[in-house]
């Protein structure tokens, strides 16, 4: 049976065809008795609007904005390579995409950028919701003119937008206490946290969730206070080379999040046979080859580029009035040195 055409749907609701054209493509101008007869006929025959034919008789494309922390830091460089590589297709689909970097870590540089958004005629944004966990005066204002939000990576109280594509970063710090818990064979230990910043929610969503696991299932397992190294790899070698120089035994490291150049060449320098078990997120290519050399055990990788590629359909669906595609929960990926990709080699 062919595909239900607008013609069909005019018919069957009894109304002209530039009747049934203004209906399903929102022009307005339509009495309410027409609408419902076209909507009802819609929905008897299945019928799905052309998007791309709406958007030529338009002449009109989507504009779309991401804000992203700046190419400082290797995961946020995927997120700008995966944009870049999506380019000549975001063309020929006619998507315009403006990339707005920001200082990562600087909530207030975060809230410039989201500042210098309104009033301007955007689809939809996108956005790294580092630091924003208190209601935000430029997310009230972009959301009052009607533009669709949607947080990456780290989110904001749901009240603040539309959708959040990220992992679910408590449930991979279970993952990592779990990891780390079943390293030790029943043995006590005592484990040292690594963050970005506490402030970040993803990186305290992580933290909270590995306490919870060690706590409950492996109370011989001690835990350090976390240490803060904004993601700043020599401030990271400089605190690990201190705390691995302690009295303490450290039998294991869980760093929830970056710098993990840092913390490599404070292994390199205090545990130069491996021994400690260590937990990191997302691959670099120094974090594989330190999971090729023994200083890293497992990498816990989000897959920026399928959260970028998530992004931009859902972005564009809300822009076409459509509802958002389906998408299963984003489940990290685990790397040991056996499973790298091919490519990471």
Partial sequence: MKNPTLHDVAALAGVSYATADRVVNRRGNVAEKSVRKVNDAVAQLGYVRNIAAAKLSKNRH????????????????????????????????????????????????????????????????????????????????????????????SDVPENNRDHYIGIDNVKAGRTA??????????????????????????????????????????PNIGISEVIETKDQAELMRKTLHQNLSDASPVTAIYNA?????????ALHDRDPKGAIFCIVHELSTTVCDALQDGFVDVALDQRPEIEMNRALALLQAIADEMPPPPSPELIPAIYVRDNLPTEMN
Avoid: C, W
């Avoid at 309104?118 to 790294?128: E, L, M, N, S, W």
């Avoid at 818990?181 to 005592?190: I, L, N, P, Y």
């Avoid at 690594?194 to 402030?199: C, E, R, V």
């Avoid at 999040?257 to 060449?265: K, P, S």
């Fill in 62 to 153: 989507h504009h779309l904005a991401f804000v992203l922390p700046d190419k400082s830091h290797d995961f946020f460089g995927r997120m700008h390579d995966q944009l870049a590589a999506a380019a000549l297709h975001l063309k020929t689909a006619g998507v315009v995409l403006d990339v707005i970097e920001f200082e990562a870590f600087d909530a207030r540089a975060l809230e410039e950028a989201l500042s210098g958004l309104i009033g301007k005629t955007y689809d939809g944004v996108a956005f790294v919701g580092q630091g924003l966990d208190k209601l935000s005066t430029s997310l009230t204002a972009l959301r009052a003119e009607g533009m669709k939000i949607v947080t990456l990576v």
């Fill in 257 to 265: 999040g970056a710098g993990n150049e840092g913390l490599v060449r």
């Fill in 177 to 218: 206490g779990r990891l780390i818990g079943f390293s030790h064979g029943g043995k006590a230990g005592h484990v040292v946290l690594t963050a970005g910043s506490l402030d970040l929610r993803d990186h305290s969503d992580r933290i909270n969730g590995f306490r919870e696991v060690i706590e409950a299932d492996f």
